[in-house]
């Protein structure tokens, strides 16, 4: 069962993004950028999907769709229905905000989000004047409305945690809530020997501009510890049969130590 890191002090800012970093990590989720998110964390760590675009990773299309209602929906407010342009994107909650800002004709009354993504079907209304005025809230209502979905907030609290245990970048918590709550962060292709291969002999070599593979697997470990931990030992029989087993049984050992297991 996987636990929660101890928290620590702030750790020293981590080196330079590698030329790993910048050819495959970028996370871009459905119609715009993250605002508000560490844009080196997230290239460091949410998604390693070289089979894909830069940076996306498939949306979950097998979960039962879940409707999460918001209570006491009005039923004569106008309906925003919004959906990822493909099952390769997904909406940030800043894209939302801004699709419902655009539904308002004035700071007057609410609009209803009517979200399909991931394996959720979100609706919950929304008032006009906080989506005008205030984005920075209206976004933090959605990420409240799908913070105890899929165990999004504890997942999300584990990930940074590990990420300043490993003095690794650290994405933003309601950004990871959001696409864990909606299932759209998904571990694809874990156990890929070949893709860890190449990733690693990129990193393997030494100098100030390269990670070392006992970072890059701490990368990958945070990740996978929070997202989706039961796929932890296939991670690390990966990295091992993709010729790093030192690194391998090092980063296991820290996250055992930490009291984080399959």
């Known amino acids: 069962m996987d636990g929660r ?5 702030p750790a020293p800012s981590p080196p330079a993004p590698s030329a790993r970093t910048t050819r495959n990590h970028f996370w871009i989720v459905a119609l715009a950028v993250v605002v508000g998110a560490n844009a080196s964390a997230l290239a460091y760590g ?28 009005p039923a004569s407010i106008p309906v925003a229905s919004l959906r990822p342009i493909d099952n390769y994107g997904w909406m940030t909650t800043d894209d939302v905000v801004k699709e419902l800002k655009q539904r308002c004709a004035s700071r007057h009354g609410q609009v209803l989000l009517d979200l ?17 005025d205030n984005a920075a809230g209206a976004q933090a209502e959605l990420v409240e409305l799908v913070a105890n979905r899929n165990d999004a907030a504890r997942r999300a609290d584990l990930i940074v945690a590990l990420s ?13 809530i959001w696409t864990i ?6 571990c694809f292709r874990v156990a890929d020997v070949a893709l860890y291969r ?6 393997a ?9 006992v970072h890059w697997t ?45």
Request: hydrophobic share 35%; net charge positive.
């Open 5 to 9: 890191a101890e928290q620590r002090p």
């Open 46 to 73: 949410l998604t390693r999907d070289a089979g894909r675009a830069p940076g996306r990773s498939k949306a979950s299309t097998t979960s039962t769709l879940v409707t999460v209602n918001a209570a006491n929906i």
């Open 116 to 132: 399909t993504q991931g394996d959720v079907h979100l609706r919950a209304p929304l008032s006009c004047q906080v989506l005008r």
């Open 164 to 176: 300043h245990e490993f003095r690794i970048p650290t994405a933003d918590r309601d950004f990871l």
């Open 181 to 186: 709550g909606t299932g759209t962060s998904v």
């Open 198 to 203: 190449g990733e690693l002999a990129m990193v």
């Open 205 to 213: 070599p030494p100098g100030p501009s390269h990670e070392t593979p």
């Open 218 to 262: 701490q990368v990958e470990a945070a990740r996978i510890a929070g997202i989706c931990p039961s796929r932890l030992d296939a991670f690390f029989d990966a990295v091992t049969r993709a010729g790093q087993p030192q690194a391998s049984k090092l980063v296991r050992a820290q996250l055992q130590a930490l009291g984080v297991t399959p």
